[in-house]
C-alpha cells in the first residue's frame, strides 16, 4: 500500500506542475448521471447526440486500448461511461498533444473528476459521454477496495464505512431508507400537530429509563453530568407547560452493552399526547409504521431474514400474563409470593435470577425466556408490573400492573408506552424505590429527580407517552440483521494501526 500511496502521490506531484491542480475548488455539473440516462434513453446504439454535458464523480473502472479508452465514473444517482477518444481530445485541444496520455495515465481508480462532452452511445448499447475537456477534482491516494470482492470483512465495513458506501449500492440504499424513514415519522406526527422540540442531552439527573449513564463533567460550572438516557422527563415538564402534542427524535447514550441489537448510542423517537392513555398510543403506534413502512418499501407487507412480515393494521394485543400461561403452562396471578413463583418457573425449566426479587420481576423475566423471540408478526405485549414500570400509570382495574405496552417484532421490542403516571406522590414513591435499588448496587435503577417531581407537583394533564427505536424499525424496513448495518459509525473499539502518511502534494 506504501508503494502504491507513493505512486499516486507522484502523479498529484506531476498534475500540479502541469497545471492541473490535484485537488480542485469546485466544478458545475450541467447533469447528474442518472438523469441524463433516463432522458437519452432513446438514443440509438452506435449514434451521438450534440448535446454539451458536464458531469462528475468518482472513477470506478478504467480500460484503455490504444488511442481509445472507457472509464466509468460514479455520482450519487450511480454510474455512466466515458468515451476518452485521443483524435477527440486532440481535436478539441490541439494545443495540447498529451491530453490523452495525461488523462489514461495520471487517472486511477477512485480518482474523482469532472468532464465535460457530448453524448454517444457505444454499439454495446452503453450511453457514454465522448470526453473533450476533464479536471481533476481530488486525486484518491488510497487505492478503492477489489471491484469484484468489495469489503469482505464485516468489521472493516463499519470501521472504514466510506469504502463500503462507495462499493456497495447495498449499503447506500440501507442509508437513503433510513433517511426516508426519518423524514416520514417526522412529517406524519407534525402533519397531526405534533412539535419537536429539543432537551439537553446533557444532564444533572439520567432519568425516564433503566439504564447505566454516560459520565462526563462541566469544567466552568464544575458540574458533573451525565448524557441523556432517554428525552422523557423534559418532554414531560413540556406538557406540564401547556404543549399538547410534543416529540423529539435524536440520539440517545446508554453505557451499556454491544450485540446486533444495542449500541450505545442509538436514535429514538419519543411521543407524548395529552389527554390519551396507552389504547391511544397503540392505535398511533400503528398508524405511524404503517405510513413509514408504506414510504419507505412500497407496501405493508415486507420481508425480514425470509421471514414474511404484515404490518397492516390492526396488529395483535395481548397481556403479558396470558402470553406467559400459553408459552409455560404458568399463571402468574395464583402465585402468592416470589418462592411459590420461583418454584413453578424453576419445575418449568426456566431461570429464576436473584436480581428478580418479586412476581412480577419473575413475570417479566419468564416472558423475555419464554415468549420474547417467538412474538415475530406485530404484537402489542400489554399490562406489566408496576416493579418493571416506574413511570407507567397504575392499570386502572388490574392491582400490581401498570397501563403499559410494548411492541415486538421479529422477536424484538420496537416500541414501548404508557399510559403515564400523573400523580406526584405515587410518581416520589416509585422513584425513591428505584433510587433504593440503585444504592444496593442497581447502576440501572433510576433516581429521584426532584425538579422533575416539582413540575408533576404544577399539574400534568392525563397523557400517553410513546417511544420507538429507530435503529431496530431501520432494520427492520432495510432487512437488516444487525444495528450495525444501519448506523452509519457505529461505536468500535480502536483498531491498532501504523500511522498514515502525512506527506503533503507539491
Known amino acids: 500500500m506504501s508503494d502504491l500511496r507513493e505512486t499516486r502521490l507522484e502523479k498529484a506531484r506531476t498534475l500540479e506542475a502541469l497545471g492541473r491542480a490535484p485537488y480542485a475548488l469546485g466544478f458545475a455539473p450541467s447533469h447528474r448521471t442518472a438523469e441524463l440516462q433516463q432522458a437519452h434513453a432513446d438514443l440509438p446504439n452506435g449514434e451521438e447526440r450534440a448535446v454539451a454535458v458536464a458531469v462528475a464523480g468518482r472513477v470506478m473502472t478504467r480500460r484503455v486500448m490504444g488511442k481509445l479508452a472507457f472509464f466509468t465514473i460514479a455520482d450519487e444517482t450511480g454510474p455512466i461511461q466515458l468515451f476518452i477518444e485521443k483524435a477527440a481530445l486532440l481535436a478539441a485541444h490541439p494545443d495540447e498533444p498529451e491530453a490523452?496520455?495525461?488523462?489514461?495515465?495520471?487517472?486511477?481508480?477512485?480518482?474523482?473528476?469532472?468532464?465535460?462532452?457530448?453524448?454517444?452511445?457505444?454499439?454495446r448499447g452503453e450511453l457514454s459521454v465522448k470526453v473533450s475537456d476533464w479536471v481533476m477534482l481530488s486525486k484518491a491516494l488510497q487505492p478503492l477496495p477489489d471491484k469484484w470482492h468489495g469489503l469482505a470483512d464485516v468489521e472493516k465495513r463499519y470501521r472504514q464505512r466510506y469504502l463500503d458506501l462507495i462499493v456497495s449500492p447495498d449499503t447506500r440504499e440501507t442509508?437513503?431508507?433510513?433517511?426516508?424513514?426519518?423524514?416520514?415519522?417526522?412529517?406524519?406526527?407534525?402533519?397531526?400537530?405534533?412539535?419537536?422540540?429539543?432537551?439537553?442531552?446533557?444532564?444533572?439527573?439520567?432519568?425516564?429509563?433503566?439504564?447505566?449513564?454516560?459520565?462526563?463533567?462541566?469544567?466552568?460550572?464544575?458540574?458533573?453530568?451525565?448524557?441523556?438516557?432517554a428525552t422523557e422527563l423534559h418532554l414531560?415538564?413540556?406538557?406540564?407547560?401547556?404543549?399538547?402534542?410534543?416529540?423529539?427524535?435524536?440520539?440517545?447514550?446508554?453505557?451499556?452493552?454491544?450485540?446486533?441489537?444495542?449500541?450505545?448510542?442509538?436514535?429514538?423517537?419519543?411521543?407524548?399526547?395529552?389527554?390519551?392513555?396507552?389504547?391511544?398510543?397503540?392505535?398511533?403506534?400503528?398508524?405511524?409504521?404503517?405510513?413509514?413502512c408504506r414510504e419507505v418499501c412500497g407496501d405493508t407487507r415486507i420481508t425480514y431474514q425470509g421471514t414474511e412480515i404484515d404490518l397492516t393494521p390492526p396488529?395483535?394485543?395481548?397481556?403479558?400474563?396470558?402470553?406467559?400461561?400459553?408459552?409455560?403452562?404458568?399463571?402468574?396471578h395464583t402465585f402468592g409470593d416470589r418462592a411459590e413463583a420461583a418454584a413453578a418457573m424453576a419445575a418449568a425449566g426456566l431461570a429464576t435470577p436473584e436480581a428478580a426479587d418479586s412476581v412480577g420481576r419473575l413475570l417479566v423475566e419468564a416472558f423475555e425466556q419464554a415468549v420474547e423471540t417467538t412474538l415475530v408478526q406485530p404484537t402489542f405485549v400489554m399490562d406489566y408490573p408496576v416493579e418493571n414500570s416506574p413511570l407507567a400509570r397504575a392499570?386502572?382495574?388490574?392491582?400490581?400492573?401498570?397501563?403499559r405496552f410494548e411492541l415486538f417484532i421479529v422477536g424484538r421490542e420496537t416500541a414501548n408506552a404508557f399510559s403515564e403516571l400523573i400523580d406526584p406522590l405515587d410518581q416520589r414513591a416509585r422513584l425513591e424505590l428505584q433510587q433504593l435499588r440503585r444504592q444496593a448496587g442497581d447502576p440501572e435503577a433510576q433516581t429521584v429527580d426532584e425538579d422533575f417531581l416539582h413540575a408533576l407537583e404544577v399539574g400534568m394533564p392525563p397523557t400517553g407517552g410513546l417511544g420507538i427505536g429507530i435503529d431496530r424499525l431501520a432494520m427492520l424496513l432495510t432487512d437488516s440483521p444487525s444495528i450495525r448495518d444501519v448506523i452509519a459509525f457505529p461505536l468500535l473499539r480502536p483498531e491498532a494501526r501504523e500511522k498514515a502518511g502525512t506527506d503533503a502534494v507539491g
Do not use: C
Open 236 to 292: 414531560k415538564r413540556l406538557v406540564v407547560g401547556g404543549f399538547e402534542r410534543v416529540y423529539e427524535l435524536g440520539r440517545i447514550f446508554r453505557n451499556e452493552g454491544v450485540s446486533t441489537r444495542h449500541n450505545p448510542e442509538f436514535t429514538s423517537v419519543e411521543i407524548y399526547q395529552a389527554f390519551a392513555d396507552y389504547h391511544t398510543m397503540m392505535d398511533l403506534t400503528e398508524q405511524l409504521l404503517a405510513t413509514a
Open 100 to 123: 490523452f496520455a495525461q488523462i489514461t495515465s495520471l487517472v486511477d481508480g477512485g480518482d474523482w473528476i469532472g468532464v465535460h462532452g457530448s453524448l454517444r452511445r457505444t454499439d
Open 315 to 332: 396488529w395483535r394485543r395481548v397481556t403479558m400474563h396470558e402470553l406467559v400461561e400459553q408459552a409455560t403452562g404458568l399463571d402468574f
Open 175 to 229: 442509508f437513503r431508507r433510513r433517511a426516508r424513514l426519518v423524514s416520514a415519522m417526522r412529517r406524519w406526527l407534525d402533519e397531526r400537530g405534533f412539535l419537536e422540540i429539543e432537551t439537553p442531552v446533557l444532564q444533572t439527573e439520567a432519568g425516564g429509563a433503566d439504564a447505566r449513564p454516560f459520565a462526563t463533567h462541566h469544567n466552568t460550572l464544575d458540574l458533573p453530568l451525565t448524557l441523556r438516557i
Open 395 to 403: 392499570h386502572r382495574s388490574k392491582p400490581g400492573l401498570v397501563e
